[in-house]
C-alpha cells in the first residue's frame, strides 16, 4: 500500500529556473511532511519539512507548499542550481515511522 | 555537526550466513530506525525502537531480524539468516523525539551484498 506516492520518476530543468516537485499522500492522519535530498550511495539528507497546520515554508532557495484538502505536496526551488540534482524523497509521518515516496531523479542542465 | 553513522559501509556475505549491522545515533536522540532501499525501490520502513524495545516494525521485519542497543550508544540491525532478497542498502536514523517538525537524521547505509 502506497502511502506516499511521487508519480514523476524524472524531472530535468535548466540551470537558474524553478524545479516543481510533487507529491501526493493518501492518509489523512499525516502531521508531518518533509523532503529528503540523496545522492548515490549516500544516507538521505534532510531538506525541508512543514506541519499540517502550515501551507507554506521557506527555507532559502526552497519552499515547500502543503494542500490538505488535495493531500499534496510540493518542493520548489528555484533558481535550480547544478549542484540541486539528486533523487527527492517525500516523507510523510503520523505518529513514529515515516513513510517515503518513491523518489523523483532531478537533473539541473547547466 | 553530529550525525549518524553506520559500518560498514559495505559487506558482502554469503546466503545463509548472520550479518549484524552497526549505527551509532545522534548522541541525544530517543528514537532510531532502520529503514531499507533496494536497489532502483522505494526506501522501506523497517523497524522503530524507543526506550529500549521495538515500538512499531513493518511486514519486512520478520524473525530473522533483531535489534539491539546493548550499549546506550549503538543500535544494531542482526539478520540471522541471510537471504539473497536482503541485499540493499540499509539506513540507520535518529529522531530526538517523535513530536511534530522533528526530522529523522540518516546515516550513509551500509550496503549488504548477500550472495
Known amino acids: 500500500d502506497q502511502q506516499v506516492k511521487q508519480n514523476s520518476p524524472s524531472l530535468s530543468v535548466q540551470e537558474g529556473r524553478i524545479s516543481i516537485l510533487n507529491c501526493d499522500y493518501t492518509n489523512s492522519m499525516f502531521d508531518y511532511f518533509l523532503w529528503y535530498k540523496k545522492y548515490p550511495a549516500e544516507g538521505p539528507t534532510f531538506l525541508i519539512s512543514?506541519?499540517?497546520?502550515?501551507d507554506k515554508n521557506e527555507d532559502g532557495r526552497f519552499t515547500v507548499f502543503l494542500n490538505k484538502s488535495a493531500k499534496h505536496l510540493s518542493l520548489h526551488i528555484v533558481p535550480s542550481q547544478p549542484g540541486d540534482s539528486a533523487v527527492y524523497f517525500c516523507?510523510?509521518?503520523?505518529?513514529?515511522?515515516?513513510?517515503f515516496g518513491t523518489g523523483t531523479s532531478l537533473t539541473v542542465i547547466p | 555537526e553530529p550525525e549518524v553513522t553506520q559500518t560498514p559501509s559495505h559487506q558482502v556475505t554469503q546466503m545463509g550466513q548472520e550479518v549484524i549491522l552497526r549505527c551509532v545515533p545522534i548522541s541525544n536522540h530517543l528514537y532510531f530506525y532502520w529503514y531499507r532501499q533496494i536497489l532502483g525501490q522505494k526506501v522501506e520502513f523497517l523497524v522503530s525502537?524507543?526506550?529500549?524495545?521495538?515500538?512499531?516494525k513493518s511486514e519486512i521485519f520478520d524473525d530473522q531480524f533483531s535489534v539491539e542497543r546493548p550499549d546506550g550508544s549503538n543500535f544494531t540491525l542482526k539478520i540471522r539468516s541471510t537471504k539473497l532478497e536482503d541485499s540493499a542498502m540499509y539506513f540507520c536514523a535518529s529522531r530526538i523525539s517523535r513530536g511534530a517538525n522533528t526530522e529523522a537524521f540518516f546515516g550513509q547505509g551500509t550496503r549488504l551484498t548477500v550472495v
Open positions: 525502537f524507543y526506550n529500549n524495545e521495538i515500538s512499531e
Open positions: 516523507a510523510a509521518s503520523g505518529s513514529n515511522q515515516f513513510y
Open positions: 512543514i506541519s499540517s497546520i502550515k
